[in-house]
Structures are given as structure tokens and as C-alpha cells.
């Protein structure tokens, strides 16, 4: 009875895959899988490109691994860089430029449906904002049209995203790494 006890409280969640947003078109991209991400990868910036919906994305992940001296990974840009607006602007998020152990840990979307085609309907990502574990706020990217979503796990940092894009960002999934 005590050990059962134990095994119910005790939680061996390494990893944990975030909901999925938005709709799968668009052209997938994992970087852990391109890049060969470990645990001991996370996002130290994140640059997006945005008007009235999140144009492009892309992630620069560092490692935490003392043993491992290797440069930031540039993830793969997906989305278009500004084809459809004039007024496109191109930011970038440093999560960790105040402190090397800060992290990612909350993300807000604002989530759109838009038409590709005349009878096609998608739902994009049109908006986003990132939160740190020292209570630093990222700027609000994007519109807050649409339906707006939360993801955070206590106890957890995000570790990388999965992104779906073709003109703009249409699907995110975050993976996030206990702490």
C-alpha cells in the first residue's frame, strides 16, 4: 500500500509535448530531429516576422551542457518574410540576455481564421507572447484577433517548438522540459 502510494506522487515526466494550435497545413518542421536537440538544448532567442499575423519564426537554441562547447543552432525559418505586406516588422526575443539561466515557461497565442484560398478556411497563428521563469515579458507579436490560448506546465521550460507554415505560421506545438 505504501509503495503504491509513492508511485502514484511520484512523477518521472522528463518531456512533455504541449496541445497542438492552429491547423495542419502548411510545411512541418521539428527541429530536434534536424538538429539532433537534447534536453540540454533550449531557446535562448526566438526572431519572428510579423505584420497582422505571424509571418516567419525561427529559434536559436544554445546548450546548457558544461562538457559541450558548441555555437547556437539557428532552427529552420518557416513561414514567408514579409511577401504579403509593405508593413512587415522583423523582431527578436532574447530570452536569455539578462541571465544565462533564464527560460521560457509561459506562451500566449492568439489564434485567427483566415482564407487561403476563396472556399479554404485556416486557423493561423496571428499573434504571440512569450513569459520567463524571472518574469520577464517578450513584447506582444502579432494581432490579438481571434481566440487567445495559454500553455504552461509547472515545473516545466519550453525546450523547442514544431511549427507548421506556408505563407504564415498555421500550426505550433511546444515541447517542454522539466526543470
Known amino acids: 500500500m505504501f509503495i503504491e502510494s509513492i508511485f502514484y506522487k511520484l512523477d518521472l515526466t522528463v518531456i512533455k509535448y504541449g496541445n497542438i494550435f492552429g491547423d495542419d497545413g ?9 538538429f539532433r536537440l537534447t534536453v540540454f538544448h533550449y531557446i535562448s ?3 519572428i516576422v510579423w ?8 529559434c536559436i537554441y544554445s546548450s ?4 559541450n562547447n558548441e555555437p547556437p543552432k539557428s532552427g529552420v525559418v518557416r513561414g514567408s518574410v514579409g511577401i504579403y505586406s509593405n508593413n ?5 526575443f532574447n530570452v536569455t540576455e539578462r541571465n544565462p539561466n533564464e527560460r521560457i515557461n509561459r506562451v500566449y497565442m492568439n489564434i485567427n481564421v483566415g482564407r487561403d484560398y476563396p472556399k479554404v478556411s485556416t486557423r493561423y497563428i496571428v499573434g504571440i507572447q512569450f513569459h520567463t521563469t524571472f518574469n520577464r515579458t517578450s513584447p506582444f507579436y502579432g494581432s490579438r484577433q481571434g481566440q487567445l490560448y495559454m500553455e504552461e506546465y509547472p515545473d516545466f521550460v519550453l525546450g523547442y517548438v514544431r511549427r507548421g507554415a506556408h505563407m504564415h505560421i498555421e500550426r505550433l506545438q511546444f515541447i517542454w522540459y522539466k526543470v
Open 26 to 34: 502548411g510545411y512541418s518542421t521539428d527541429d530536434s530531429k534536424m
Open 45 to 47: 532567442s526566438i526572431s
Open 51 to 58: 505584420s497582422d499575423w505571424i509571418t516567419s519564426m525561427e
Open 64 to 67: 546548457s551542457n558544461p562538457l
Open 88 to 92: 512587415y516588422r522583423n523582431e527578436t
